[in-house]
């Protein structure tokens, strides 16, 4: 406090002072406010630097609780913090929903909403109680838009009940190795009755790395709008995607995002470039997660560069590189003769027709079961045919017997009538 303001400051006390105090009384009290001006200054001087230095720590890897990068398939990371740590991981919970739905085969299958899928809190789609939607089209608006009503459809129609498809999911998470999850609902609640689902960044990688084995999975993970209709009604149904990476970083190709006010911002991204796929892994972000998605990528796929500053691109340059990508991939695509099927999981790495190895044992027994199934109602079918063929075959042959008996027994009539003389010449 400088000196002109402090003087007026001083004899304007020591004249209020004056008047109502003693000489020993006003410095008393002088002393006593000048010490409560330090103390007071001097337990905000700290509090303003602890402040700053929080400020300056909330950026970069400092501002994410957990996170990995990672080229897909590989032993070794790029780079890691806290991968075990155990973290709401939100809607990230819904790659595990999805990826039973898939793996179940029945992709195709007509799903009545139950009246509890109806009841979520948002994200929703809308669905109302007793609408008709392909499984299929509730994996996409799960992934996609991360809806809590389609989440909870795909649970019960699969599992019976959500009790039941969630002993699915952490059944299938313990057979992936994932040891430190424990799901408690399919779409990513993390209070009240859902409280303790957990997940960390290691085992959110082995489940995401089982999943793009899964060529329908990775159709749908790179989707930034979805639409379908309600089979009943007819209803259209245009979901868009939260991922803001896919407009955002050139070479995403999607995965999955979620968020609630425990978990924070995470998400799950994977970019492809030069011959590279990398994923990228965050949990509980207090930064844009976007900037630092793409800062990663970029470091991983450019190592030399080591630069934290995230690609900042046009939109017509994301759709040049986009429209490059797909050329591409149709040209690839023409001169393969390996053709993927529509409803089974298939992996990418390997399109042909076999069961890939990594399904599990239950979901290969289910698909034989149904096959075997199919070829009962098949055969009973065909024995149903050629019994209905037999009877109708022995009834034309009893029709033309009766009539060639009727023949046989006028002709004899006639016969009779003749040698008797009662045949009458008119």
Known sequence: MSSRIRRPLVEGAHAVLGEVCSPF????????????????????????????????????????????????????????????????????????????????????????????????????????????????????????HSCNDAAFAIAVHLGGSLKGFVSKMNARAHALGMTHTRFTNPAGYDHGSYAGNRSTARDLMKLTEH???????????????????????????????????LARYPYSVGIKTGYTSKAGPCLIARAKRGGKDMLVIMLHAKTNRWDFASSMFEQGFNPGANSTRPLRVKKTQIEDIRAAKIKKGHSAKSSSTAKSSKTDAVPVENSSTKEPAHVPAEVVYARRAKALEALKQKVARQTAEREAAKKEAGKRLDDQAGTQQMLDIRKQEGSLLRHSGFVSNI
């Not at 402040?51 to 080229?71: M, T």
């Not at 209709?229 to 245009?238: D, V």
């Open 211 to 245: 999943a793009i084995r899964y060529s329908e999975f990775n159709k749908i993970a790179k989707l930034d709008r979805v639409v379908f209709r309600e089979l009943k009604t007819g209803k259209r149904y245009s979901l868009r995607s939260h991922n803001k990476l």
């Open 25 to 144: 009384s006003q410095s008393k009290i002088l002393f006593y406010v000048a010490t409560v001006t330090l103390v007071f200054f001097a337990l905000l001087l700290p509090y303003g630097e602890a402040a700053g230095k929080q400020k300056a720590a909330l950026q970069g890897e400092d501002a994410v609780i957990s996170f990995l990068v990672k080229n897909t398939g590989s032993s070794k990371f790029l780079r890691t913090k806290k991968i075990d740590k155990r973290i709401s991981p939100a809607s990230l919970t819904k790659i595990m929903t999805c990826i039973i739905a898939i793996e179940s085969g029945r992709l195709d299958d007509v799903v009545t909403i139950p009246l509890v899928a109806t009841q979520v809190e948002p994200t929703r789609a809308g669905f109302k109680p007793g609408d008709r939607v392909r499984l299929r089209d509730l994996v996409k608006a799960a992934m996609v």
